[in-house]
């Protein structure tokens, strides 16, 4: 880790070398976002509440600035401008698993697999499921940040807690620098690398992403190329839950690594190489100049796109968990674990998966015309996919191809302050996903009360999607199935509401799903015929008395069939901080914060399939994952300090995140993140 700290430091510092008139660039009235905790240089005009990728289509509106950062639409390679990083509070929670949500299910060690609580927060699932396990970790092209710089920008953020025996590290780097006005590249990188305070539970992924975006009145192109690799140590949970609730009755003194693991000399391997680009030729005409000398501004009128995006990814698990009972004979110790025998070696199985994906559409720009008061696409998609796992009956390699062509559209509207909508639709005409569809709107308005906007937003889809491959075929040692599900239909309406006098947002959502797939508690994937309806309303309350502040979150959920999609009845996040300037430049934020859901039967998780399952044994909740903190920022610099864990100190110890997995006991940690304009 100590070499790829000095790795960065050398490129930031070779980046400064390059361009000698290097200086820090502060923000002036013009660029100040309304987010009085940013320091992100952004267009007045340009709202940080922007929705999603697919509701958010800004490509025209984005104005040359020193620092622009903005997201791209996958299939379209339609931008939309978002603030960068540089929140002033709450560093700390970003470091954290907990952080990504009100309520979040993981291993206890930083970088292992992940589930949010929040059932409206989970995604679709990917094609190859096993990343899913991974996907705040995980980098695309639609979750990638672009640049356009006028001075050379990097940023270095490192975050360490433990001794040498069960370090924790976490090492992000990147650097961005435009070559003229119109081409940009960037390099980023994230190294993390988790011992663990259990045994077996190391986990360690290495990520490198080239990016880059070139920008004209003709043409624009992006362009994303990324590798990583996973490496996760599995040891199944503890194996004695007393270690932690009732650790008087142990009758001995013990370590963290003392407590006995179901599983050792274990893992999980992933890697993902990938690479995509976007390319977009506008059609337009020049406005008359006012001046014969310059030439008058270029209106887009329509754009011919192409968009293509390459994906390969490898999962490998593997044990050499093994019990000698003789000198002739041995029992592998994983084997007794599971009721089912595949093939007689010891586990090795792997699954490949590879995606070649190209996109042609037509747009109409919003706005080169008066009359004209939205914008309108329409594409088609072809998506070539290769799997491969292991044969259990044919001793070999079992391969898989299919294809799926998808056609679509977008309508939209997003020039407009007082009202925005985005409606699209997708369906499935030809090959695998054949009678697959999509369509999903959501529409926006805000008013002025006393100089106040009040935001109003409205959000629905249908969904009918068919099973992925690997939900319906997969063969391994331990689990092996080939089954035939019918399509699972889903419909949801939701809304949401933000008041300004109050700093309140309300927001509610219900959904319909039919045909439910999950992992049942015997692991294997099985379908819920009926209905299930799940209800989620959530409140976001801030609170602030001079220099007291008081933020928190709370989501109701309630799940008509518990069996099948379990939620906790009620989620909250609570931090209650003092913030203030302790000099005229260093930013101090002191408090404690605590993540609490109630009780019910969370997910348990399956290292043989890196998924997560609905069990009936034993329910997570009732406890906060709480922290003491102090977040700071100094200029171009934020750093944090923080005990991590401290309700174990007042309350009697029960911090499970997941069944069988504690979260680390009462931990201090630091980071440090530091902005350099160059």
């Given at each position: 880790m100590?070499?790829?700290i000095a790795?960065i430091c050398?490129?930031c510092?070779?980046?400064?070398?390059l361009?000698?008139q290097?200086?820090?660039?502060?923000p002036d009235s013009?660029?100040?976002t309304?987010?009085?905790?940013s320091?992100?240089?952004?267009?007045?005009?340009?709202?940080?509440?922007q929705?999603n990728v697919t509701?958010a289509?800004?490509?025209d509106?984005?104005?040359p600035?020193?620092?622009?950062?903005w997201?791209?639409?996958?299939?379209t390679g339609d931008r939309y401008?978002i603030?960068?990083?540089?929140?002033?509070?709450?560093y700390?929670?970003?470091t954290l698993?907990d952080?990504?949500s009100v309520?979040?299910?993981?291993?206890?060690n930083?970088?292992?697999p992940?589930?949010s609580k929040i059932?409206?927060?989970r995604k679709e699932?990917d094609?190859?499921?096993?990343?899913?396990s991974y996907?705040?970790y995980?980098?695309?092209?639609d979750?990638?940040?672009f640049?356009?710089?006028?001075?050379?920008?990097?940023?270095?953020?490192?975050?360490?807690?433990g001794?040498?025996?069960?370090?924790e590290e976490?090492l992000q780097?990147?650097i961005t620098?435009?070559f003229?006005?119109?081409?940009n590249v960037?390099?980023?990188?994230d190294?993390l690398?988790a011992?663990?305070?259990?045994n077996?539970?190391?986990?360690?992924?290495n990520d490198?992403v080239?990016?880059?975006n070139y920008?004209?009145?003709r043409?624009e192109?992006?362009?994303?190329a990324s590798s990583?690799?996973?490496t996760?140590?599995?040891?199944g949970?503890?194996s004695?839950?007393?270690f932690?609730t009732?650790p008087?009755s142990?009758?001995q003194?013990?370590?963290?690594?003392?407590i006995p693991?179901r599983m050792s000399?274990?893992w999980n391997?992933?890697?993902?190489?990938q690479f995509?680009?976007s390319?977009?030729?506008?059609l337009?005409y020049?406005?008359q100049?006012e001046?014969?000398?310059?030439?008058?501004?270029?209106v887009p009128?329509a754009s011919?796109?192409?968009?293509?995006?390459y994906r390969?990814?490898?999962?490998?698990?593997?044990?050499y968990?093994?019990l000698f009972?003789?000198q002739?004979?041995?029992?592998?110790?994983?084997?007794t674990?599971?009721?089912?025998?595949?093939?007689?070696?010891a586990?090795d199985?792997s699954?490949?998966?590879?995606?070649?994906k190209?996109?042609?559409a037509i747009?109409m720009?919003?706005g080169?015309k008066?009359?004209v008061?939205?914008?309108?696409t329409a594409f088609?998609?072809?998506?070539?996919?290769?799997?491969?796992?292991?044969?259990?009956v044919?001793?070999?390699?079992?391969?898989h191809r299919?294809?799926?062509v998808v056609?679509?559209?977008i309508?939209?509207?997003q020039?407009?302050d007082?009202l925005?909508?985005?409606?699209q639709?997708?369906?499935?005409v030809?090959g695998?996903?054949?009678?697959?569809?999509?369509?999903s709107?959501?529409?926006?308005?805000?008013?002025y009360?006393?100089?106040?906007?009040t935001?109003?937003?409205?959000e629905?889809y249908?969904?009918n999607?068919?099973?992925k491959?690997?939900?319906?075929?997969?063969q391994?040692?331990?689990?092996w199935w080939n089954?035939?599900?019918?399509d699972?239909?889903?419909?949801?309406v939701g809304?949401?509401l933000f008041i300004p006098?109050?700093?309140?947002?309300l927001?509610?959502?219900?959904?319909n799903?039919?045909n439910f797939l999950?992992?049942?508690?015997?692991?294997?994937?099985?379908q819920?015929?009926?209905?299930?309806?799940?209800?989620t309303?959530?409140?976001?309350?801030?609170l602030?008395?001079g220099?007291?502040?008081?933020d928190?979150?709370?989501?109701?959920?309630?799940?008509?069939?518990?069996?099948?999609?379990?939620?906790?009845t009620l989620?909250?996040?609570?931090n209650m901080?003092l913030k203030?300037?302790?000099?005229?430049?260093?930013?101090?934020?002191l408090?404690?914060?605590?993540?609490?859901?109630?009780?019910?039967?969370?997910?348990g998780?399956?290292?043989?399939?890196?998924?997560f399952?609905n069990?009936?044994?034993?329910e997570?909740?009732?406890y906060p994952?709480s922290?003491?903190y102090?977040?700071?920022?100094?200029?171009?610099?934020?750093?944090?300090?923080?005990?991590y864990n401290?309700?174990?100190?007042v309350?009697k110890p029960?911090?499970?995140?997941?069944?069988?997995y504690p979260?680390?006991s009462?931990?201090?940690?630091m980071?440090?993140?530091?902005?350099?304009?160059?």
């Amino acid at each position: 880790m100590k070499q790829k700290i000095a790795t960065i430091c050398l490129l930031c510092l070779s980046t400064t070398l390059l361009f000698s008139q290097a200086r820090i660039i502060l923000p002036d009235s013009s660029q100040i976002t309304r987010d009085p905790d940013s320091l992100a240089l952004l267009p007045r005009h340009v709202n940080p509440r922007q929705p999603n990728v697919t509701v958010a289509k800004l490509q025209d509106t984005i104005q040359p600035t020193r620092f622009t950062t903005w997201k791209i639409v996958e299939r379209t390679g339609d931008r939309y401008l978002i603030p960068m990083d540089t929140a002033l509070h709450n560093y700390h929670q970003t470091t954290l698993p907990d952080g990504y949500s009100v309520a979040m299910g993981y291993l206890g060690n930083l970088g292992s697999p992940l589930i949010s609580k929040i059932f409206f927060e989970r995604k679709e699932k990917d094609q190859f499921v096993f990343y899913d396990s991974y996907y705040p970790y995980n980098k695309d092209p639609d979750n990638q940040l672009f640049y356009n710089v006028r001075i050379p920008y990097s940023n270095l953020s490192y975050q360490t807690a433990g001794s040498s025996q069960n370090q924790e590290e976490r090492l992000q780097g990147r650097i961005t620098m435009n070559f003229g006005k119109k081409l940009n590249v960037g390099l980023d990188l994230d190294f993390l690398q988790a011992k663990g305070f259990y045994n077996s539970q190391s986990v360690k992924f290495n990520d490198l992403v080239f990016y880059g975006n070139y920008l004209s009145d003709r043409i624009e192109t992006h362009f994303f190329a990324s590798s990583a690799g996973i490496t996760q140590y599995e040891n199944g949970g503890i194996s004695d839950d007393n270690f932690i609730t009732q650790p008087d009755s142990i009758e001995q003194s013990f370590t963290s690594k003392d407590i006995p693991t179901r599983m050792s000399n274990t893992w999980n391997r992933l890697k993902t190489n990938q690479f995509y680009i976007s390319g977009r030729y506008n059609l337009g005409y020049r406005k008359q100049a006012e001046s014969d000398e310059t030439p008058g501004e270029f209106v887009p009128v329509a754009s011919l796109i192409l968009t293509s995006r390459y994906r390969e990814q490898y999962r490998r698990f593997l044990s050499y968990d093994t019990l000698f009972v003789d000198q002739q004979n041995n029992i592998r110790a994983i084997d007794t674990l599971y009721k089912h025998n595949y093939y007689p070696q010891a586990v090795d199985d792997s699954t490949h998966y590879s995606s070649f994906k190209n996109t042609f559409a037509i747009s109409m720009r919003e706005g080169f015309k008066d009359w004209v008061k939205f914008g309108l696409t329409a594409f088609v998609e072809h998506d070539l996919r290769n799997y491969s796992m292991v044969d259990t009956v044919g001793n070999g390699r079992f391969t898989h191809r299919e294809n799926a062509v998808v056609i679509g559209g977008i309508l939209n509207k997003q020039q407009d302050d007082n009202l925005r909508f985005n409606v699209q639709a997708d369906m499935g005409v030809l090959g695998y996903n054949l009678g697959e569809f999509r369509i999903s709107g959501n529409v926006q308005t805000g008013f002025y009360i006393s100089g106040k906007r009040t935001e109003l937003e409205a959000e629905a889809y249908i969904k009918n999607l068919k099973p992925k491959f690997l939900e319906e075929n997969y063969q391994s040692k331990y689990f092996w199935w080939n089954k035939n599900f019918d399509d699972t239909r889903r419909v949801y309406v939701g809304g949401r509401l933000f008041i300004p006098f109050t700093n309140t947002t309300l927001s509610l959502g219900v959904e319909n799903l039919q045909n439910f797939l999950y992992f049942d508690a015997e692991k294997n994937p099985t379908q819920e015929s009926s209905n299930i309806q799940v209800l989620t309303a959530r409140i976001d309350q801030k609170l602030r008395f001079g220099i007291f502040n008081w933020d928190n979150q709370a989501v109701y959920q309630t799940s008509s069939n518990q069996n099948a999609i379990p939620v906790p009845t009620l989620s909250l996040y609570s931090n209650m901080y003092l913030k203030t300037k302790i000099v005229n430049e260093l930013t101090l934020q002191l408090g404690v914060d605590a993540h609490f859901h109630t009780k019910y039967f969370a997910p348990g998780y399956e290292p043989a399939l890196l998924q997560f399952y609905n069990q009936r044994e034993l329910e997570i909740g009732n406890y906060p994952i709480s922290t003491f903190y102090a977040d700071m920022h100094l200029k171009q610099t934020r750093f944090f300090v923080m005990m991590y864990n401290v309700a174990s100190l007042v309350m009697k110890p029960n911090y499970f995140s997941l069944p069988h997995y504690p979260v680390n006991s009462m931990l201090f940690k630091m980071g440090l993140s530091v902005n350099l304009y160059n």
